[in-house]
């Protein structure tokens, strides 16, 4: 709370209001400064920056309607009248922390086609009790952000997550994070090409990328962290210059049922779809590594549709279950092509990038799974072998030949590494029970 100096200064300052060009209100107020300084007159504001207001529901600023456009809009727990003419031309728009007062996916889009020079949109941590229809976003014309770096759509309505995503073209964005994308935007061949375009410029800039796939919760994440689900919140008192130089990719799409409560598609053809429409183009001409997570039983998804949706990664994790063996083997071989004959010729590997693949396993039997991986390793590496040896000069991986696999390793529940394979062939490593799960471990060889 305010001292009395605190609130003596808080009135010669109000006194001013008039000559203000940027407000920034951070902490705790009473009620009376609180609306003591957003109400005033301030007719030549162009900057706002407010957060951290946390008494009741989130207050709304009424600006004054003739005045200069704003630039810069930082808003935390605090609402704008979203039809404002002054909202227009802005620099940075970062929402974070509404309850009521939520402004709509058509309100949004007004302001941001005003806004070509716009840097950063922030838009982080609605209410969902006050999230709208669940239907699909409507269209909406296409703006393009030449000076967007910022693109962060976090714990919002998905509608307006979807609807903001599919209709912006940002060439230059290089820090995005979009969490809840729904499936009838992937299903949209436009707006996914228009997401996919939005996902290639920060991945181009990574090292190594991570997906993360739920098939049980109908999730899929792609980032850059390896456990990307602790992805780190947002804060909005960090400095939006700080925030514009950030660089970073985190995008998770969610494939529930519709309103209606009738499935829209079933997975095996969500995820084709998914990969064919966003994640492929978004990786194309990309040479980052890219690992695949999939914890569940291969029961419920077979590995045709999994390995060939997934067909451009590099690693491989995947946990024990039901029918891991076979799909495996299903790595071992060539396929044939949907639609076409078995003719060798029209056949294909699946996941030809893949060079790495590691196990979690809870059994100290370890034979059947190190069988399979030996056929997944020798297979490819004949095959690629031959290949090298009809065309010696020409061969590419664009002729469907495997990479050869350079690692293979089987980890334990508590992931801990039990066993890996060398070119010396497989090594046992024997876990010093006394250092605990991190402890020393001593490699015993064992032939091939």
Known sequence: ??????????????????????????????????????????????????????????????????????????????????????????????????????????????????????????????????????????????????????????????????????????????????????VDVVQDQNAASRLADLLHGPSKGASALFLDFDNALGEIILGEEEDSKDDVELNIREATSKLAKRRGLYFKTAFTSSAEGNNIQTWNNLLPTLTGNVLEPALLGLNVPVQLQFWDPFEELSPEILFTAFGFITSLELGKSSGIISAIDYLASPQPHPGKDSDNKQQSWACP???????????????????????????????????????????????????SIKEMTIKGSDGDVLQTWSEEGWIVLEIDQTSGSGGDSSPIEEPE
């Not at 409507?138 to 770096?149: A, E, S, T, V, Y």
């Open 1 to 182: 709370m305010m001292n009395e100096a605190a609130r003596k200064l808080a009135d010669l300052v109000c006194a001013e209001s008039q000559r203000w060009r940027s407000l920034t209100v951070a902490g705790w107020l009473s009620d009376r400064k609180q609306s003591q300084l957003l109400q005033v007159p301030a007719p030549r504001l162009i900057n706002i920056n407010i957060c951290d207001l946390h008494f009741g529901a989130a207050r709304s600023i009424r600006l004054t309607p003739d005045g200069p456009p704003l630039r810069d809009v930082v808003l935390g727990y605090v609402a704008l009248d979203w039809d404002c003419s002054r909202l227009r031309g802005l620099r940075t728009l970062r929402i974070q922390g509404l309850e009521d007062s939520q402004p709509t996916l058509l309100q949004l889009h007004t302001i941001i086609s005003s806004s070509p020079e716009l840097e950063v949109l922030a838009l982080v941590f609605w209410d969902r009790d006050h999230w709208g229809s669940a239907h699909s976003p409507p269209r909406l014309d296409i703006i393009k952000l030449d000076f967007l770096n910022t693109l962060i759509l976090d714990s919002i309505d998905p509608v307006v997550a979807g609807g903001i995503s599919s209709s912006i073209i940002a060439p230059k964005c290089k820090n995005l994070k979009i969490d809840g994308v729904r």
């Open 353 to 403: 990038r893949l060079e790495k693949v590691t196990i979690l396993w809870d059994d100290s039997d370890c034979q059947d799974l190190r069988d399979a991986l030996d056929r997944v390793r020798g297979n490819r590496a004949e095959c690629l072998l031959e290949a090298q040896m009809d065309s010696p000069q020409g061969f590419q991986l664009e002729d469907h030949r495997p990479c």
